[in-house]
């Protein structure tokens, strides 16, 4: 395995420490490519059983407020968890239900409503998939999903018992990260979120998925570092050349950077203004995805041939990043985004 | 981890401090560039001016003349300088390098002779480390001092040296023990402080490819330096040299505040040229902005683990990589979104109506793209990086050394 020096996410701080180690330990117990490959073969990505030990270990009520059985801690506190989930290219609905959903229901006035399924996702009994408009045209996990949460782009949220989703599976990229069109058969629940609490939700899918890229993207510069090191070719070790090196260094360069841009972009939701924390959330994406898309060419291409087999795990990670970096926000549609505000910002700076 | 960084009332306090000191004391214009004499002089009475309010060096202990303002504080004094269009600083030698490695291995009578100059920019510093044939082999140097009762007798040649044409004294790296060298190449490096109107000094401006004297070259003959003036222990100065690097390379805390002022006039150039609805423009002002974002996010990161003691060694490598390539994208954007008249020269009338802000930053733009491209090469060069990163970092294997 790898020993790189290369700082841990959460190190600042020993609570967000423990929960990183909390979840690495779990993971790489529970949700190791054994765990991956099965999943692959039974054509089944969510696994009811890993998803209990998430919900024992209380990974999936941490945002959960506390008088509905959950931890209430604040949302910074699980952006190492997802990195570590990203990492492990955990195939489960952990953003969408127990980030993004659970941010929606815990925010609903309507508590007589909300507050069932909060308890239901505390004790690990549901999985909650969203849709967050033009974020979300495809709906990860539907299939698995027991509730649909609807979020338009007017921030109308309307809920959806399963029973009431027509689910069109597509043929997802990554087999591992399912995604579906979903049509509801009715208007189901108009549930009523707060603008406020709609716009978090926005803010925590697109820098959640940050994170989830950032520890993918730490898979792939890890398996990397391993296979250059144990494959030799001219009698050494390929990664004693440097035109392989410089290439894994600048694999580093854009992991580390994705961390920090999706860690403080976690943190921002909590500490920042709504306006600054949606940059640093854009601006995390945006990076992510570009920073995964250039990883992956390297990976694959400093594996060669092995790569590019079945057999071989590394596809798991270059289909995971690329279908993460295609989902809550494209590079090019954040980039746009953020360079068009800011050009309306400093119009409007002089008046 | 978290950072509280906007939200403690105390860093609020300061920030205001800071806000209402520079909007009364940034010069309304700007000044020209120091690479002039003119601009040279006018910078540094503006550096003069920072050290009697008390802010030449916010983050230094207090017994250094500093207000130990911490890291937070620090970044939002950088965030708000940079905002307000304040000069760019001239001691960078002096304040974020000879300062910082003076406290961790100088003496008590060095810090207590350099140090208040270099707060007051009294002395401008310049750092003597590359030679004409020793630049990525740094260790290979051969300016050499030998012993000569209680002094040193320097003789040798340092080149690119950052504002040696303005300089008062150089830190320089010189070989004090050939025979150690021989064996091991690190080995018998002093870390050397000299002053540049010693004796036997010579100082040859060199023009930079935009014209301006920006760096020079220092040639020594039988320059004599007293011994008292060597930091760390004599032939242990690589030891001193890679701190002096690590300070170089790892994060300026609160930089990350003059790339977004840098960015700001991009957004403003973009409305300038009449590029507010062109995709590709704003996909390229996009990237720009967003790396500037991730390195904001950066800077706060690695504070969060300075703060909590952590060892930042590892770091300052993909810090370097990252920040010269940042910075060389926001100029290169720049001279792309003039489209035509990137081959003029700063002419503001370029710009139209812009303001004068966007009009002050296109005026030295090409300057400072020149500058971007340096700071690839500077400090190390970012394939030195790329080795470090690749070695030491992540743990590859070393290349075969030639023996």
Redesign the interface.
Known sequence: MTATSIIPPGAADEDRRELVRLTTDLLGRHSGTEHLRERLDAGQAHDPRLWARLAEAGLVSALVPEEHGGAGLDPSYVSGVLHELGRHATPEPFLETAVVAVTLLAGSTDTAYAGPWLERITAGEVLVAVRLGGLTPHVVHAADADLLLDVADDGTVRAHDASDLEVQELAALDALRPLALVRPGTDGVLLAVPPAVVERARLLAVAGAACLLAGATRALLDQTVDYVTVRHQFGRPVGSFQAVKHAAADMAVMSEMTTSAALGALDAVEVSTPEDARRRAWAAKAYAGDAAARANVSALQLHGGIGFTWEYHLHLWLKRVMSLAASYGTTSALRRELARELVDRQRERRG | ???????QDDVDAFRAEVRAWLAEHVPAEPLPAWTSREGFDLHRAWERTLFDGGWAAVDWPREYGGRDAGLRRSIAFAEEYYRAGAPERINMGGLYLLGPVLMQHGTPEQCARWIPDVLSCRTIWCQGFSEPGSGSDLASLSTRADLDGDHFVVNGQKIWTSMGAFADWIFALVRTDREAGRARKHDGITFLCIDLRSPGVEVRPLAMVDGTEGFAEVYFTDVRVPVTQVVGEVGQGWRVAMSTLGFERGAVFGDHAKFSAD??AL??V??HRGL?DD?QA??E???V???T??????V???A??A??G?NL???AS?NK??WTQMQHDIFDTGLRLMQEDAAVVGDPAALGDA?PGTRRAWADWHHRYWYARAAMIFGGTN?I???I????????????RPS
């Open positions: 981890m978290s950072d509280h960084l906007a939200t960015v700001d957004a403003s973009v409305e507010a995709t704003l996909d002002l996009g990237r902005l967003v790396e974002e991730v390195y904001r996010a950066n706060y990161r690695l969060a683990l703060e909590a952590g060694d590892s770091t993909i990589v990252f303001p394939e990086q790329r080795n990163i690749s070695e030491r970092v992540l743990g590859l294997p070393l290349e075969p």
